[in-house]
């Protein structure tokens, strides 16, 4: 681990920049006694996010099962009106 003052983070951030992106952590130091910790960002946040194919699932849960506009609407009623 690397280990740099407050008066170098201010002064010198390229070259902590730097260590970071090489995969380094940097310990920040005030008076020579730690007080921070910087550290690259972990590589799980460099992996693509998978998609998930919804269709496929809704598919295999209900099949070729839809129902047109008109249908879920008199079902909606059926259901409000059943309960009064």
């Known amino acids: 681990m690397k280990t ?20 380094e952590e940097v310990q920040i130091t005030r008076r020579g006694l730690p007080v921070a910790r910087l550290v690259p960002p972990s590589r799980e946040s460099d992996r693509p996010l998978v998609k998930v194919d919804f269709l496929s ?7 070729d099962l839809s129902f047109a506009a008109e249908e879920v609407e008199a079902m909606r009623e059926s259901e409000l009106f059943a309960e009064e």
Do not use: D, V
């Open 4 to 23: 740099a003052s407050i008066r170098e983070l201010q002064t010198a951030f390229p070259r902590l920049e730097a260590w970071l992106q090489e995969g």
């Open 57 to 63: 699932q809704i598919k295999a849960t209900w099949g």
